[in-house]
């Protein structure tokens, strides 16, 4: 058995009074296997029945410890459950995720096994759930094909991993000054490829998994537009030359032609998820960043697979339910905006042609066969 240092695990919660008692018993069942933990549940202003919700668990167990601020938002409440934690090693639960088997343990033990200099945390794919805690994907999130299974900065420019997933050491967390209160909600995003720029890298933890809870009413599916801006901000940082400290030969980002690659699949996957939840001003806002050259370097049925797991994410939807409700609500929608955009883009954009071909003649065989495959 080896030692088990401090965990101080991070719950930011705003008005979470429906989904933060099972996020902090998930947190409670793998204590189990790692009991140096403690939890630092941060009620950033809630008008709900969180704080009761708070105290509750303080008088269940000592290691839950309710911190209460007023509103200032996600980012402001982990940098200051960062502040008060007393472990060496953080990580984050956002109020409406959980905590699956071995999710503590196993990580921090690759902490205990291999870690290096270089190390700056570890992190383990996302299930995606809903509400009720069921499987939406058959897919595993951020289940990268690492060397070695360490994540740099230069492996990709996109946002690599939801925050429920890390576990940091928090000296590196000092160093990189923690969150950009500034950015919400792509504050994530921001972070990450700050602290690898350093040089440093994340190891990928494979024998675990979080359950990343997706709903409406989250940040990144009510406000698609304001998120999107926000992304794009963060991936200019990452994309231009830095002046901050950071390992030489990332010290010029990605570059500005592979920006607008990223920015276009970002783009067209923020323009779906507009759709789909009705906010099709927003789509067309989105989608001015399109560029008929880059799509073209899409193959049409890579935009297939872009429009169903983003709309299935964007209304909380299993796979399974795809060609029976899903598809056919959205999709005089969804064919409108291809329309729209093939035509602002001259009405010859051959990848839109094609999707639009793809999609015009689903058949439900397809969707049978899609389906006995998974």
């Excluded at 982990?78 to 090693?89: L, T």
């Excluded at 209160?181 to 700050?194: F, Q, S, V």
């Excluded at 920015?263 to 009705?278: E, H, K, L, W, Y």
Aim: charged share 25%.
């Amino acid at each position: 058995m080896y030692r088990q240092p401090l965990l101080s695990i991070i719950v930011p919660a705003y008005n979470a009074e429906e989904t933060l008692k099972k996020t902090l018993l998930s947190v409670a069942a793998q204590m189990e296997h790692y009991p140096e933990c403690e939890v630092l549940v941060i009620d950033d202003g809630s008008k709900d029945k969180t704080p009761q919700i708070i105290s509750q668990f303080e008088q269940w167990d000592g290691r839950y410890k309710g911190i209460r601020q007023e509103n200032r938002g996600v980012s402001a409440a982990r940098n200051r459950g960062i502040q008060a934690s007393q472990g060496d090693y953080i990580a984050f639960l956002d109020a409406d995720d959980l905590f699956l088997d071995g999710c503590i343990d196993r990580r921090m033990k690759v902490f205990m096994d291999e870690d290096t200099s270089d190390m700056l945390g570890v992190f383990c794919p996302a299930v995606l759930i809903d509400s009720d805690g069921n499987n939406l994907h058959s897919r595993l999130q951020f289940d990268y094909n690492l060397p070695r299974d360490r994540l740099y900065f230069n492996a990709m420019p996109e946002s690599v991993f939801n925050p429920s997933c890390v576990i940091l050491k928090k000296s590196e967390l000092l160093k990189s000054g923690g969150f950009d209160e500034t950015i919400t909600p792509a504050e994530d995003y921001d972070l990450w490829h700050r602290l690898m720029r350093s040089g440093g890298y994340f190891k990928k933890v494979g024998n675990c998994s979080i359950g990343w809870r997706q709903h409406s009413q989250s940040a990144a599916h009510s406000k698609i537009l304001e998120h999107y801006k926000q992304c794009k901000i963060v991936t200019m940082r990452v994309f231009s030359q830095s002046v901050n400290a950071c390992a030489e030969e990332y010290s010029r980002g990605f570059g500005e032609s592979l920006y607008y690659v990223t920015i276009t699949s970002r783009a067209f996957s923020s323009s779906i998820m507009a759709v789909v939840t009705g906010q099709y001003d927003a789509a067309l806002e989105i989608s001015a960043d399109l560029k008929k050259r880059l799509l073209e370097q899409i193959v049409p049925e890579r935009l297939e697979e872009m429009i169903r797991f983003n709309a299935l994410r964007a209304l909380s939807q299993p796979e399974d339910r795809w060609h029976l409700t899903v598809w056919p609500e959205i999709k005089s929608d969804v064919m409108r905006f291809i329309t729209d955009l093939n035509n602002r883009l001259g009405g010859d954009c051959n990848s839109l042609m094609e999707l639009k071909y793809i999609l015009e003649n689903y058949r439900t065989e397809t969707f049978q066969l899609r389906a006995a495959k998974l």
